[in-house]
């Protein structure tokens, strides 16, 4: 009798190895709470296993449609009609990675939830035609949602902003129209005989008259600022006269308060 032994610690080994990456890619999509599909175009037969029926309300694979074209079936009618030109071309290319968004409608629900797939072409025939393709799918349901939420918060913001710029506007042109009288009237009665005092009380409610109206002015250009349409000016002024109207606006609040409040002295470089 003939006989002969070899060592097969090599193939174990490889066997171990590639049980080893088995299970690490396991543990890898489990944690990715996604699913492994396998596409045979061909024949257009579905492969996957519990994990994948999990993810559309069904307790086995055994219960999912193993056709693609019956499967796409649950696909939202909208995406579809997106998503079916888009596999087509990618069918035909030879690279490119599948990376899609649609709604599926999930085992006995009327209800779609929102999945993405990636996954691309592994298997080709000399000519090209593909053979196969493979990849993930995952549930992105809460994902859309956050999205739809920060959305919302984003329009109402935008809503916000667009009141305020309106009620500045609106508010702005209120006040105007009587300010605009105010010292319309101011400036006629300093063409009148006053005497000094009261000459003097009326450059102050004058002054006054065009602070407010230049505060009103920021508060429009508050809004120019955050729209980005403040356009800037270099305009010369007399510091000591912005002294002096500072000083004319508050003289009356100081003396009524007893407070001493006063001008010592503007160096001459300023005039």
Known sequence: ALGYTISIQERKEAELQLS?????????????EVAIWDWDIPTDKMSAGDDFAALFGYSSYNE???LFTEQMKSIHPEDIQRLDPVIRQHLLEPVGLMDFEFRVRLKNSDQYYWFNVKGRVIKRSKTGKPLRAAGIIHNIQKRKEEELALAKAKQLAEASVKAKRKFLANISHELRTPLHAINGLGKQLQQTSLNEKQSSYLKMMNESGEGLLAIINDLLDYSKIEEGKLSLQSISFNPSTVFYSV?????????????????????????
């Open 20 to 32: 080893e990456r088995n299970l690490m890619l396991k543990l890898f999509v489990d944690a990715a």
């Open 64 to 66: 999912v449609p193993d």
């Open 247 to 271: 000083f004319n606006l508050f003289e009356t609040q100081a003396f009524s308060k007893n407070l001493s409040f006063k001008i010592k002295t503007i160096d001459p470089v300023l005039n």
